[in-house]
């Protein structure tokens, strides 16, 4: 067996553990030395190292990178929405020492995160100020801890969310020691439930876009503007993250919209429609974006630097892969999936092009499908596709594996056709990965 120092010496692994560090390369080298023990390879100096340096893995995290083909724009268990190129630039540009809080000018202390927040309030410019934290979960979590301690939140019930991994609004609200106010039903709730509840204990009320399912038949919600006129100030989680109107999802609140119509603060997500990284989004009255960023709790939840450089990127720079997804042309989706079957079909594969319904998701826009096209595979290629680097996930509907374009980002077409003949190599055993 060739000794761990003669094969850590060897030159590509010497770089590639200044790269990655001494034991991720390390444990590469154990890998290929117990295939060395298991017959697989021949114990010769050269033959280990060739298998260490095909067992590293590309990156120093464990986080692999995915080509989201399922068809879900906004896919949380695959980070949900991806960054722009100009946002990674922003991320690298500020993963060093930067003036993240520092005026290069004056030489002193200067505001934390200018840039975003100013790139935040040129595009909400109904908002008197604006603020960021860490997700959406704890703007709520501020609004209510800084404006409602102790006092009553007036909230629909047909508006007490259940999102992703049993995560509740009311068990999110009760932890800030505020009291839930609960009127109406679950399908109709009126201004005069609002009304009959609101009292001098009332810190603010609270509407809720319930953006992952849908109330149909026999309801009655209260808009923004009526409750406005209640007197509380009404805090809008308007979820999804639209600054402003758009007209593909017409049902989809924004921030824009809600605070001219009377909203006081307006709560939202960076990470899904806005298709920037993961931040909780707050814009409204001066007065109530000072109490909450000047609460003791603001510390606790905000931002760091790379958050803040995305953001602004996102805000500032070209459009996001995921409005380019979101306004992707059908028929430009359907001539890349003929591209891509012509391609395959070449290589021997069984490949056909056919139409597709995608889905925001990400929690928005339940019930609206968005046209798409696919790339239709034996349903046995869905784990070696999932196995590859980069990794490649679709759905499987009917016995037969999808490849849905719309949540694919067309610089990745020749990337994503080469991971299916790769896969279906291994699947044919004449391919073997490490």
């Not at 239709?376 to 070696?384: F, I």
Request: aromatic residues 2%.
């Amino acid at each position: 067996m060739p000794r761990t120092d003669v094969l850590l010496a060897d030159p590509r692994l010497v770089a590639a553990a200044a790269r990655l560090g001494r034991p991720l390369v390390k444990a590469a080298v154990a890998r290929a030395q117990q295939r060395v023990r298991d017959g697989e390879i021949a114990a010769d100096a050269v033959a280990v190292a060739d298998a260490a340096v095909a067992e590293l893995p590309q990156y120093a995290a464990s986080l692999t990178p995915v080509i989201n083909a399922t068809g879900v724009l906004v896919h949380t268990n695959l980070g949900r929405a991806p960054l722009s190129a100009a946002a990674v630039d922003a991320v690298v540009a500020a993963a060093g020492n930067c003036d993240l809080e520092f005026d290069l000018v004056s030489g002193v202390r200067g505001r934390r995160g200018t840039g975003a927040l100013d790139a935040l309030a040129a595009l909400v410019p109904a908002a008197e100020a604006v603020a960021v934290v860490n997700n959406n979960a704890a703007a709520l979590v501020l609004a209510a801890t800084a404006l409602a301690a102790g006092r009553e939140i007036v909230v629909s019930r047909g508006e007490l969310i259940e999102i992703g991994d049993r995560f509740r609004l009311p068990d999110l609200m009760a932890s800030t020691g505020a009291r839930l106010r609960e009127v109406g039903t679950t399908n109709r709730t009126t201004v005069a439930d609002y009304a009959g509840a609101i009292g001098p204990d009332t810190g603010f009320v609270l509407k809720v876009h319930p953006s992952n399912y849908l109330i149909s038949g026999f309801t009655a919600s209260a808009d923004v503007a009526s409750l406005a006129s209640l007197g509380p100030p009404v805090v809008f989680d308007i979820g999804s993250g639209l600054l402003a109107p758009q007209p593909l999802l017409p049902d989809e609140p924004d921030a824009t919209s809600a605070l001219r119509s009377g909203a006081a603060l307006v709560t939202a997500s960076g990470d899904k429609l806005l298709g920037g990284p993961q931040a909780g989004l707050l814009a409204g009255r001066a007065d109530l974006i000072r109490t909450l960023t000047r609460h003791p709790l603001a510390r606790a939840l905000r931002v760091g630097k790379l958050t803040l450089a995305a953001l602004e990127a996102t805000l500032a720079g070209p459009v996001p892969p995921l409005v380019r997804s979101l306004t992707a042309d059908p028929g430009s989706l359907t001539k890349w999936a003929e591209r891509t079957v012509a391609f395959l079909s070449e290589s021997g594969l069984d490949a056909r092009a056919v139409a597709s319904k995608a889905a925001v998701g990400g929690g928005g826009a339940p019930g609206v499908e968005l046209p798409s096209a696919a790339i239709s595979l034996p349903a046995s290629l869905a784990a070696p596709l999932r196995a590859g680097r980069p990794a490649v996930v679709g759905r499987v509907e009917a016995g037969r594996l999808l490849l849905d374009l719309r949540s694919v980002q067309p610089e990745d077409e020749q990337r994503l056709a080469a991971a299916v003949v790769a896969g279906a190599a291994v699947a044919a055993g004449t391919l073997t990965r490490p």
